[in-house]
């Protein structure tokens, strides 16, 4: 799986669901402090990561997210464990 994939993925859902521009969002950027996040917000990109990527982000993990790219990393690393000879 390729991190820019991901990050583009997960960047035009933050920018589409919380109607911003899309250049403003970067791997660092924090999802509450900087995006203004919501507990639903962050569940509903969750839930598109897991769809998207065949991923479980188990509660404890969610709560530890705390930037677009450690969300990003997350999926690339459990995508990676999943994948034979990975």
Request: aromatic share 4%; glycine share 6%.
């Amino acid at each position: 799986m390729i991190k820019s994939e991901v990050f583009a993925r997960v960047k035009a859902h933050l920018a589409d669901e919380l109607r911003m521009d899309p250049d403003a969002i970067g791997e660092q950027t924090r999802l509450r402090e900087d995006l203004g996040t919501d507990s639903l917000d962050l569940y509903t990109l969750l839930q598109e990561l897991e769809d998207a990527y065949g991923v479980k982000v188990p509660d404890a993990q969610a709560l530890k997210i705390r930037t677009v790219g450690e969300a990003v990393d997350f999926v690339v690393a459990v995508a990676a464990d999943r994948t034979p000879g990975a």
